[in-house]
């Protein structure tokens, strides 16, 4: 008596042991469930839940199983989850529906549940759901049997590894299907995977015997085609030796043509290399005695009368050959001297030192210069100034002038002056940036200005250029690249 006493203690104390890991088991899930659910991570609350519902259900406790599968239904519904998006999810929490079910021997719940499985695992798509699908469905008809229908969800199993001849994965997976058979300890679903498994390796050792076979023909077969193709090489060796031996004659003639025409340009390099060295002395020429000449007359012109206008005109004309020899003993520089310049600011001071010169009611007007750019605002308001001056003079009462700015691209500035006066004569165009190009009455004016602005203009990295474009009055167009 005092035994049974004592077995019957061990037994209870067992039971309340084991009741209490479950229930530690449970806990842990449920708290990995509901912090996984806070946080929007949906598959792995899903999984928590699928896998708290499992331990429900291994204690047998049913309701708490689907109770806890339904609350997080809800809970997906509260955060606006539609019911057929999320089908990894839906897949992961109908499946633990589905294992209660067959737990309780329910067949038709569990049919209606794999139904349900069928159509989140489509919508799905994934591979791995694709597989655990068929499985379930397998073991499901087995079960109740409907082995037809079993071995149907076997063949559509393995098939995905025919098609792509991966016989050593369809291998695998088999393997796999008959260790969660053996797992689930579903007896039946063994034999019926086993069975299976041997019929489609013993058509699969056919198949391979007979595409060895194949390859083994295919192989003679192309030996065969190797040695004729030597052969017909060993037939035409001896002709493309002779066509390469041609071919190397009349490379080496190639060459040597090719050398004597090197020569040649190297030759005529050298030689325009020396006529521009001899144009560039000829010019530091020039101006060494353009600046001389300025220089020497300056003493002279000091003892005329300065109240003389032609004595005026003189050292005007000196002044101006000496600042063309200034420009041209400059440097050219594309980044010397720039500044970001407030355009508006800058051409409204030019505009006032040329004002007092134009005639009554002549307007001049300002158009695009509202902006900042990159400019030497040194040499292009000497431009610019020379430019106005130009047009003041020659524009008539009541007349027009406008100083317009343009941007051309990323590091090109674009300034045009446009008048309303009489223009540039057709003949006088082709030599208006060209010093000392024709005879002129200094007292009329020098005919230096416009080739010391080109020149300037040069020596920034743009140019200068009448617009012939244009038919009433002159314009003319200072471009500057920045390099």
Known sequence: MRRLISLALTLTLSALGLLADTQSELNAHLKAYNSRIAAHQYLPAAQSAATAAAVCVNAHNYDGAFRLLGNFDKALAQNGIAPDSLPAVRYTTEKARYEAYRQLKNNGSALKSLSRMGNFAKKAGTKEITTDMLFNEAQYYYSTDQNAKGDLCIARLIKQFDNSKDYTAADKAYRSLIDRAVSAGDAELVEHTYENYMQWSDSIEATTAHSELGKVKKEYADSQETIAEKDHTIATRTGWIVTFITLFVIAVAALAIGALFYFRILAKNRRMKKSVETANAQSAAKSAILHNMSSQMEPTLERLDQSDPAVQNLRGYVKRVGELSDVENAETSASAGLEETNLDTFCETIVAKVRPLVRPRVTITLNGTKVYALINPQEVGKIL??????????????????????????????????????????????????????????AEGDRLGLPICALRAEKINGNLILDTTVTSGASFVLTIHNT
């Open 385 to 442: 100034t020379h430019l106005l001056e130009n047009a003041a003079k020659y524009t008539p009462d009541g007349g027009k002038i406008t100083l317009s700015y343009k941007k051309r691209g990323a590091k090109v500035n674009q300034f045009i002056v446009t008048d309303s006066g009489p223009g540039i004569p057709e003949a006088d165009r082709d030599t208006l940036f060209t010093a000392f190009s024709s005879q002129c009455d200094i």
